[in-house]
């Protein structure tokens, strides 16, 4: 069955590879994102430029330009990761990831929920460094709290959005080699997007709110 997905942040890394792997696999696939890049231009799908999700406003377009009327996958993939550590800790810096990693989310879903209906699923990309309980190192204050704040945005979401029967799941995609993590990593991004599109399949009703390795490890909060 061929389904609709709306992939945010789909211009590089692990959005694109969302992109490529859902269109491959016979889905219609929008791709929203700032700027495209030739290699998202090569993907057979639809393409949704001109969205940063900090732009309340942008974010409002996304709507009125999809060819499709219901989405049964959104994924929420766009973030940004610039490193720092204590007690070089900027406000700007930490007020910015807010904006995109957390704030982000919330304009895209909020902005796309009247497209969703019963059986819709939704992906929001977080990331283990998130987690309090798994927090042994410390630094990156601002991607850390981003994302601590996204996983409660994203558990919060889950039990408001269950009476519509709309699961939602926290994506961990594993260390992976893209842009944010210079080239360093464990695994491609093909693979991250394998496991995530693995882990969107198996959510239901019984697993919203769930946070989520790329491999199917639940993870702590
Ligand atoms: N790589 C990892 O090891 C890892 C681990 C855990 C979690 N994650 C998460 O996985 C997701 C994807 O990361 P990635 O590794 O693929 O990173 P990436 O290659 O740097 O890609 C980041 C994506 O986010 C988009 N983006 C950033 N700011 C945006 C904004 N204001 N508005 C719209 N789009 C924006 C970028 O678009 P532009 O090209 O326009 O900047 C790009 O498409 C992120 O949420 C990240 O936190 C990654």
């Given at each position: 069955m061929s389904l609709n997905v709306v992939v945010i942040g789909a211009n590089r890394g692990i959005g694109l590879e969302f992109c490529k792997q859902y269109v491959s696999s016979g889905n219609h696939v929008t791709a929203v994102c700032r700027q495209a890049s030739s290699e998202l231009n090569a993907i057979n799908c639809d393409v949704i430029e001109n969205?940063?999700?900090?732009d309340q406003a942008s974010v409002n377009t996304i709507a009125e330009q999809l060819?499709?009327?219901?989405?049964?996958i959104l994924i929420h993939n766009s973030g940004i990761l610039h490193s720092d550590s204590y007690p070089n800790v900027s406000l700007d810096e930490m007020k910015l990831h807010f904006d995109v990693n957390t704030l982000g989310p919330l304009r895209t879903i909020q902005a796309l929920e009247s497209r969703l209906k019963a059986g819709s699923k939704v992906g929001i990309v977080s990331s283990r460094v998130g987690s309090i309980d798994d927090?042994?190192?410390?630094?990156n204050y601002a991607y850390r709290v981003s994302k601590t704040a996204v996983n409660m945005l994203g558990k919060c979401l889950s039990i408001d959005l269950a009476p519509k029967k709309i699961a939602l799941a926290l994506l961990h995609p594993g260390y992976v080699r893209t842009d944010m993590t210079h080239g360093n990593g464990l695994i491609e991004a093909d693979e991250a997007a394998v496991g995530l599109i693995t882990q969107m399949q198996k959510l239901d009703m019984s697993s919203t709110g769930m946070f989520v390795h790329t491999s199917g490890e639940r993870l702590t909060w």
């Open positions: 969205i940063d999700v900090t060819n499709i009327k219901h989405i049964d927090n042994t190192s410390s630094n």
